[in-house]
């Protein structure tokens, strides 16, 4: 495929003030640890900055020119992060990160919607905030919590899909998947399979965990056609405790409110209260956090400029890299799969010997921050025995120098345990 | 290169002290450190002194990084020299092993894989004195 456009990150990497400081002493600090959270542009910190310093009021509620400029920074701040899931307001619900998201459905459509001996269905390489939540909900109502097996080379089957639909019936409630894995990297079809559940199982809801989707993917919620999709802001150029739940309207208007309390109202009496009929102001109880919603809205925007295309395409073109370069080392076993078209924004691996906290200790000890363990995935840690993993996840702002020091760093360890 | 991986930590953890096992152990401890895998299983001879436990004789094994490892060697060995008592065992903090191994301080991420052993030691005290 020609590419016609090539993306530089050398215009880009003077927007994250972060990355100028050094790290133990003199060291050049190389963040791959970007999965776990990633670093923010100034964009996005002078919006947050600005909102303190020249808006600050609360919202919807002051009739003076400040309450009017921060109503306009938060609706408008929602605007942008909607569209830039394709889709409004109206089906947006802010939440503090992705596990809050999963949780409030839990609680309110699972709550609402599942009885005992109905099926929630997962995989196997679920973040545990995609686990447990299910998990606890299952316990609660006597359900049934399924998983999708992962195979050795780190992907979903659709067939056992298709089997599972059947096996389970209309007992099936629930799908939730994810999109992009954190532990293996894995991109999973999620078209695919949302259509063979619409078309085997039309009553199933589906929920889909983008927190590993949203940093590098153009995500349409509606052309994804899932009822739920769910996403953190911090792992996107955003601030942290600013999260996205997206939910399909239909479905949102029948839901509860998960919580109760002053902006979500219509009318209150002493002895009951109807709710807004509005559906952002009924599922925003309480004060928002304008600032973090203005500062997601930037990062939207910074990202949106350059196009998720295009950064999908980087992203590609570094994850190959580092396949390719990994593979040098002889004591390097890649987790998840080999080919960079089936993943996004991470490689895992394993380094025999050595245990992954020694790896990343002595990356560090360099200035390269990985992450090493579990990575909130231990169903699936434990199911191909490893004890942990080291993780190099990317960013617009990595560069192919990046991983290459990577791989000197790896050739350290390699020096200090003699294998 | 990296200081923490001097001379010290790398011997003791390619060269672990009382590595092994005891047949007829009186006591045998067991921890797991389960967000990174790291385990030790440590087999005591004991005798009763004043009332409290003496260790006698200890082995261990275990599997994980190199920190967890080369601490619950210098920690063995030193028990074993002074004929500690497990009580005693269990109040040791951070700052005597990171001594043993010759280190300033260790990055707080750390601090679980250095002290495991002597978390095997609290837990065996702590459902000794639940029951
Ligand atoms: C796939 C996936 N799901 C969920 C989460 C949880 O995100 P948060 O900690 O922002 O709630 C993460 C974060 O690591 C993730 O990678």
Redesign the pocket.
Known sequence: MVKYTMFDPQAYIQDFPILQRKIHGDKRLIYLDN??TSQKPQQVLDTITEYYTQHNANVHRGIHQLGDESTKIFHAARKTIATFFGTDPQEFVVV?????A?NQVAYTWGEEYLTAGDVILISEM??H??IVPWQELAHRKHAQLAYLDVDQMGRLSLDQLRIQIKTYGNKLKLVAL?H???AIGTLNPIKEVVEIIHADSPETQVLV?G??AAPHLAIDFHRLNVDFYVV?A??MLGPMGM?GLFIRRDLLKKMKPFLFGGGMINEVTKEKTTFAEDLEERFTAGTPDVAGLAGWAAACEYLGKMGMHTLQEYDQTLVEHALRRLREIPQIKIVGPLSATQRVGSVAFLYKGVHAHDVGQILDSEGIAVRSGH??TMPLHTKFEWQATVRASFQLYNTSEDIDALIEGLKKVQKVFGQ | MSDLYHEVILEEFKHPQNYGSIADADLILRERNSSCGDEVTIYLKVCDENGQQKITDIKWEGQGCAISQAAMSVLSATIKQQGMTTQHVTTLTQSPIEELLGLDEISIGRIKCLLLGVQAFKKALQNKESK
Do not use: M, Y
């Not at chain 1, 503090?96 to 809050?100: D, G, H, L, V």
């Open positions: 999965a776990a503090r990160n992705t596990t809050e999963i679920e973040h905030s995609n994810t992009v894995s954190n965990d927190a590993q953190s911090h792992k999260g990575h909130c």
